[in-house]
């Protein structure tokens, strides 16, 4: 399909994608034929799996498009995670999608931290609106979770953590969801530790 319809696609959004897979999904409800779901985010593991299948099987496209040496896929209708994107612009940007999937749609604001200033009211009168006034399905704000395996104590920390900030251990793990999970990151495949290390740091 790629290699047939790659010019015919490229005069298509996103967007208008979505939208038309969208309408027929619902119309596959409303006739009770074969159902389907039109499912935002592949599985864990699928972003790395399917860019090592289509690098055998179209590398000369994915060269001409520049993505050819990327190890995954960047999930679903996320912004490339290294976009310089503020945190509220990705939420913004990202929640007119989610009214075209129903299944598996998820924005991440990685790694925000805590509010440093400690206003949570703020935050979360934020977070309200945003449920109220945007097409916003499911979202996460994903921080890293730094675990100590010598004084087994654990904090909210950066990709960047050599050592334990109590102790200054280095035997440490690191914890983030890997998509819609939390999961130990030395576990992760090398397009989603590839992934992980790209991640942009937000502030909320």
């Known amino acids: 399909m790629i290699r047939k319809k790659v010019d015919e696609l490229n005069n298509w959004t996103y ?11 619902y119309k596959a409800y409303d006739k009770e034929i074969t159902r389907f779901s039109l499912i935002g985010s592949p599985a864990e593991s699928a972003s790395e799996r399917f860019k090592k299948l289509d690098n055998k099987l179209y590398d000369d496209i994915l060269k001409e498009v520049g993505i050819y040496e990327k190890k995954y896929y960047t999930n679903s209708i996320m912004v490339d995670e290294e976009s310089p994107l503020t945190a509220h612009e990705k939420i913004m940007y990202e929640q007119q999608f989610h009214s ?3 299944a598996g749609i998820i924005t991440h604001i990685w790694n925000a931290g805590i509010p440093k200033n400690g206003d949570y009211r703020s935050l979360a009168e934020y977070f309200i609106k945003l449920c109220k006034h945007t097409d916003i399905r ?3 704000v994903s921080n890293i979770i730094v675990y100590c395996e010598e004084c087994k104590k654990s904090y909210i920390g950066s990709k960047n953590e050599t050592k334990c900030k109590y102790c200054g251990n280095e035997d440490i793990e690191m914890y983030s969801k890997i998509t819609g999970y939390t999961q130990r990151v030395s576990g992760w495949n090398d397009g989603k530790l590839c992934e992980f290390k790209r991640r942009n740091e937000f502030k909320l």
């Open 15 to 25: 967007k208008e994608l979505a939208e038309i897979y969208g309408i027929y999904d």
């Open 100 to 102: 075209y999937l129903n």
């Open 138 to 140: 499911y979202f996460t």
